[in-house]
């Protein structure tokens, strides 16, 4: 039987971006992962890491009759490049554009807001571009989580390739559980459901 769901957590690979604010999408995966009591593995021939498990109104990694099979996802390539893994792994599932959840930072929404849509541009993020070229559509859901504009003349790039400090830390580990919920709510709920809750 064909995966349910695909949920692809943008960011970087490798320590060196661990905790910076342009993969905030691939700590919700983290974050999903450990709700699933799975770590992520990679998949041979597909340029990602995965994990497969199930989501049922007890929860994720939970056996039930209503469960429904998800896959979740990070990229083993760099951001530009993300569309090069999600396209080879949504074409092995046989996975639909609609039943793709994309988890990426928003320059955009100020930190601590989410914004669930389905659709769209790519409004200068790398990482959708990518992954709306290689999918040849935009039609799938994104789940945009906040990290505010750079202050002054401070360059995009270097704000989202900057860690999150320390102090701010507690404050982006309870929006990653925020989006996550969010994530979980559209798949057993749908979209309209969880834009209703969590769009802010």
């Given at each position: 039987?064909?995966?349910?769901?695909?949920?692809?957590?943008?960011?970087?690979?490798?320590?060196?971006?661990?905790?910076?604010?342009?993969?905030?999408?691939?700590?919700?995966?983290?974050?999903?992962?450990?709700?699933?009591?799975e770590k992520l593995s990679p998949?041979?021939?597909?340029?990602?890491?995965?994990?497969?498990?199930?989501?049922?109104?007890?929860?994720?990694?939970?056996?039930a009759v209503d469960a429904q099979?998800?896959?979740?996802?990070?990229?083993?390539?760099?951001?530009?490049?993300?569309?090069?893994?999600?396209?080879?792994?949504?074409?092995?599932?046989?996975?639909?554009?609609?039943?793709?959840?994309?988890?990426?930072?928003?320059?955009?929404?100020?930190?601590?807001?989410?914004?669930?849509?389905?659709?769209?541009?790519?409004?200068?993020?790398?990482?959708?571009?990518?992954?709306?070229?290689?999918?040849?559509?935009?039609?799938?859901?994104?789940?945009?989580?906040?990290?505010?504009?750079?202050?002054?003349?401070?360059?995009?790039?270097?704000?989202?390739?900057?860690?999150?400090?320390?102090?701010?830390?507690?404050?982006?580990?309870?929006?990653?559980?925020?989006?996550?919920?969010?994530v979980e709510t559209i798949i057993?709920?749908?979209?309209?459901?969880?834009?209703?809750?969590?769009?802010?």
């Amino acid at each position: 039987m064909s995966p349910s769901w695909l949920v692809i957590g943008l960011g970087n690979p490798g320590p060196r971006y661990d905790g910076t604010r342009h993969n905030v999408g691939a700590d919700v995966i983290a974050e999903l992962c450990r709700r699933a009591g799975e770590k992520l593995s990679p998949a041979r021939g597909q340029r990602a890491e995965l994990v497969r498990t199930r989501l049922s109104s007890a929860g994720l990694g939970v056996p039930a009759v209503d469960a429904q099979t998800v896959i979740l996802m990070r990229s083993r390539t760099y951001m530009n490049e993300s569309g090069i893994a999600v396209s080879k792994v949504a074409s092995f599932a046989g996975m639909a554009p609609d039943h793709l959840i994309v988890v990426h930072d928003e320059i955009d929404l100020d930190p601590g807001r989410l914004r669930l849509k389905k659709g769209g541009g790519d409004n200068g993020h790398n990482g959708l571009k990518s992954v709306r070229a290689h999918m040849r559509t935009g039609d799938f859901i994104r789940v945009r989580v906040g990290v505010g504009r750079p202050p002054g003349r401070q360059d995009p790039a270097d704000w989202v390739l900057a860690r999150v400090p320390v102090r701010q830390r507690t404050d982006m580990d309870v929006q990653v559980a925020l989006a996550a919920d969010a994530v979980e709510t559209i798949i057993k709920q749908g979209l309209t459901v969880a834009q209703n809750r969590f769009n802010s």
